[in-house]
T-cell receptor
Framework: DAGVIQSPRHEVTEMGQEVTLRCKPI?????LFWYRQTMMRGLELLIY????????DSGMPEDRFSAKMPNASFSTLKIQPSEPRDSAVYFC???????????FGPGTRLTVT | DQQVKQNSPSLSVQEGRISILNCDYT??????FLWYKKYPAEGPTFLIS?????DKNEDGRFTVFLNKSAKHLSLHIVPSQPGDSAVYFC?????????????FGEGTQLTVNP
């Protein structure tokens, strides 16, 4: 299995631009999670899906952030418009419903200038 | 509200000695606990877990201990090796009707010196 795949690995964009991060979970996993890691806040959950349905988006910082999971093998996290404070590493993870182990992708390092 | 806390941001040990990483939690509803290891420029990788019905789980050099009354868990690595140098995250899970989500601690940077 290739593991969780994320693209791009690095993204540099200017403030105000739209950014789309992509994730392909491990086949057979029915939960998908988006995390953000920063020095100040550590690893924080943004949103997670079960069976392609968003379950908890309370971690999404504001309306500029949106996430979709149109099918079991693909998810996107979109930021529009992007701001410098969005600069962070964004991780996607997938897992089975039980017990709770999650498998992380390599992350996307986003820099907004 | 930080429900999972790792109070030591860093730990340095000598190769061959024991590494002990600590984690405290506040939510008594957590019923499953995990440790993840993270190398630079990589995603966290699952290391070991423990259910709340147990107090110890061992996997090779890694042992996790859970003290429910104290709401405390620890990860023991023995003997420590230079390749163990990484950031270690403690995580807790509360199984709900809609599936489980993990709450992570801040992480502890472990450095094992040769």
């Amino acid at each position: 299995d290739a593991g969780v795949i994320q693209s791009p690995r690095h993204e540099v964009t200017e403030m105000g631009q739209e950014v789309t991060l992509r994730c392909k979970p491990i086949s057979g996993h029915n939960s998908l999670f988006w995390y953000r890691q920063t020095m100040m806040r550590g690893l924080e959950l943004l949103i997670y899906f079960n069976n392609n349905v968003p379950i908890d988006d309370s971690g999404m910082p504001e309306d500029r952030f949106s996430a979709k999971m149109p099918n079991a093998s693909f998810s996107t996290l979109k930021i529009q418009p992007s701001e410098p404070r969005d600069s962070a590493v964004y991780f996607c993870a997938s897992g089975k419903r039980n017990p709770g182990e999650q498998y992380f992708g390599p992350g996307t390092r986003l820099t907004v200038t | 509200d930080q429900q999972v806390k790792q109070n030591s941001p860093s730990l340095s040990v000598q190769e061959g000695r024991i590494s002990i990483l600590n984690c405290d939690y506040t939510n008594s509803m957590f019923d499953y606990f995990l440790w993840y290891k993270k190398y630079p420029a990589e995603g966290p990788t699952f290391l070991i877990s423990i259910s709340s019905i147990k107090d110890k789980n061992e996997d090779g050099r890694f042992t996790v201990f859970l003290n429910k009354s104290a709401k405390h868990l620890s990860l023991h690595i023995v003997p420590s090796q230079p390749g163990d140098s990484a950031v270690y995250f403690c995580a807790a899970s509360r199984e709900g009707a809609s599936g489980s989500r993990l709450t992570f601690g801040e992480g502890t940077q472990l450095t094992v010196n040769p």
